[in-house]
T-cell receptor, first 111, second 109 residues
């Protein structure tokens, strides 16, 4: 069966510090991978998605970036965090044309 | 631009039926999905409609009208555990999926 891992579960970072969130998927190959951000009580904002190694589509121009160095690994990064980067970060994978499966999420607080 | 509209809040009584609507305007359309999210948790998949009509899965049903750019999620025999946020999502291309702002469902005994 397929599983998706995200870490860390919670993170508190100062403004201006770097960020690296990692997501890995097991039990499937060549999945579509996604990063979403959710502000408290709000919807899911699509940040990045990837259809293969090294292939990244960016939806929102901001100080975040994503990389996919391996087939089942998706990394979200920032060189300098802003207060507005606080939120619940969700990684998801999807077989083609089917539903998405979400990881447990990382709750990021930028102080 | 792209938009998915759904009511922000809905309140219903335990045992009743509730319908959550979603209208969308997107550059492409492959299908409409529904997800449930409990407070503090990750979204979980409920249903997917690629073609017009009604899909039924237990107490939950989902409907799609592509000509009207409209769909809804129908929850029957409401239980207290159904209190959660519900999101519609459009698969805009083979790989791009965007979400609505969510509907918070509160259920009263």
């Amino acid at each position: 069966s397929q599983t998706i891992h995200q870490w860390p579960a919670t993170l508190v970072q100062p403004v201006g510090s770097p960020l690296s969130l990692e997501c890995t998927v097991e039990g499937t190959s060549n999945p579509n991978l996604y990063w979403y951000r959710q502000a408290a009580g709000r919807g899911l904002q699509l940040l990045f998605y990837s259809v293969g190694i090294g292939q990244i589509s960016s939806e929102v121009p901001q100080n975040l970036s994503a990389s996919r160095p391996q087939d089942r690994q998706f990394i979200l990064s920032s060189k300098k965090l802003l207060l507005s980067d606080s939120g619940f970060y969700l990684c998801a994978w999807s077989p083609l044309y089917n539903e998405q499966f979400f990881g447990p999420g990382t709750r990021l607080t930028v102080l | 631009g792209q938009s998915l509209e759904q009511p922000s809040e809905v309140t219903a009584v335990e045992g009743a039926i509730v319908q959550i609507n979603c209208t969308y305007q997107t550059s492409g359309f492959y299908g409409l999905s529904w997800y449930q999210q409990h407070d503090g948790g990750a979204p979980t998949f409920l249903s997917y409609n690629a073609l017009d009509g009604l899909e039924e899965t237990g107490r939950f049903s989902s409907f799609l009208s592509r000509s009207d750019s409209y769909g809804y999620l129908l929850l029957q025999e409401l239980q207290m555990k159904d209190s959660a946020s519900y999101f519609c999502a459009v698969r805009e291309s083979a790989s791009k999926i965007i979400f609505g702002s969510g509907t918070r469902l509160s259920i009263r005994p």
